[in-house]
């Protein structure tokens, strides 16, 4: 992944890792953790001002998408389940905002899941604003007290003690600062991933590569991006020498047919020679979209899917045993596959471990 958060203010950008935070790195799952538990600390203190502890326990998300409604779900768990039990004198004083400048939260969803997500939030007390767009964040000095507060572009604005930025992506300067030729700041290529121009030497994946389908910045089709040019390595382009003196002149042949990766388990990719029809290049393949709902939600969208299966949608606890199934199988080893499930029921039975690390 080639792209990072974008910053909408410079204040924004002074602030990261203090009380704005973004979400694309483990680090920052880290920082964010930490920052929560810190937050709770410190308005536990008796001898702060009301206004400094309703800041600091005031959490916003901004970003409609399912990684922003993820999130915000999980961080709602965390802080009603797990952190409350140890600061229940705090519960009052919480305040959890989802803030999304379109007109609706998981825009590429069916829209029934998207307001059954909706929905879904404000039951659980989750202030989601849309139409609503970042405008910047300020340092005040309120009551004596140093503030940060939120400015947003419908005049509005919030005091907080945590953002998760989640919203918008602009490219690093490797990206930016290349001879390449750009599309909306993201790497032109051709229907094989190639770069024009590179003689057939230089690729682009994921969210820094414009294909000529326009396909969205998303995990699902940057993996099968990468499965299509391993594939493409290890059957043609293995096949010439780009180090030989002789070659350095030469394009380098397009590859033969490839079969794409529709099936989203490892155990029934022989299947995809079943459902797919082998080519040369590109073909991303719609696996459906989920997003989870915290322990026991979420929705999930088959309408579109390219997948052998009911052209369907699904809601709550259905739709997370097919989320949590899914991300199992994503995991690169055994043990891992086995570990999961234990955390998810110790956390289940016992709780979540708050302490800062």
């Not at 920082?31 to 538990?37: A, D, E, K, L, S």
């Not at 949608?313 to 097919?322: C, D, I, Q």
Request: proline fraction near 5%.
């Amino acid at each position: 992944m080639f792209l990072t958060t974008h910053f909408c203010s410079p204040s924004i950008e002074r602030l990261e890792g203090v009380v704005v935070f973004f979400l694309k790195h483990l680090f920052h799952a880290r920082q964010i953790r930490n920052r929560i538990v810190e937050c709770f600390e410190r308005a536990s203190n008796y001898t702060i001002p009301a206004v400094q502890r309703d800041r600091l326990l005031t959490f916003i998300v901004v970003g409609g998408g399912p990684t922003s409604c993820e999130f915000m779900a999980e961080l709602h768990d965390f802080i009603t389940k797990d952190v409350k039990k140890w600061y229940p004198e705090l519960t009052k004083h919480i305040k959890l905002v989802l803030v999304e400048a379109g007109p609706g939260i998981l825009g590429s969803f069916d829209k029934a899941l998207s307001e059954y997500y909706l929905q879904k939030l404000k039951e659980k007390n989750i202030d989601v604003r849309l139409n609503t767009a970042v405008a910047g964040v300020d340092e005040r000095y309120i009551d004596g007290e140093q503030i940060t507060v939120a400015r947003f572009a419908d005049g509005s604005e919030i005091n907080f003690g945590t953002m998760i930025w989640s919203a918008g992506l602009s490219p690093v300067k490797m990206i930016s600062s290349s001879d390449f030729k750009l599309n909306r700041s993201r790497i032109v290529v051709d229907e094989y991933l190639r770069v024009p121009e590179t003689k057939g030497r230089v690729y682009a994946l994921g969210d820094c590569a414009a294909s000529p389908d326009e396909l969205p910045p998303t995990a699902t089709v940057a993996e099968q991006q990468a499965l299509y040019l391993a594939d493409c390595f290890n059957k043609y382009y293995s096949a010439v020498d780009v180090t030989d003196e002789k070659n350095k002149d030469d394009e380098i042949p397009l590859p033969g047919n490839v079969t794409p990766y529709l099936m989203p388990f490892n155990a029934l990719n022989f299947l995809n020679n079943v459902f797919c029809k082998a080519a040369p290049q590109f073909q991303y393949k719609n696996r459906g979209a989920m997003a989870s709902m915290g322990f026991g939600g979420g929705v999930t969208d088959l309408k579109h899917t390219d997948l052998p299966s009911p052209k369907t949608t699904m809601s709550g606890k259905a739709s997370y045993l097919v989320w949590s199934s899914t991300y199992l199988t994503k995991q690169l080893s055994l043990q891992n596959t086995i570990l999961i499930p234990m955390y998810w029921f110790k956390a289940w039975m016992f709780g979540r471990d708050i302490s800062r690390f």
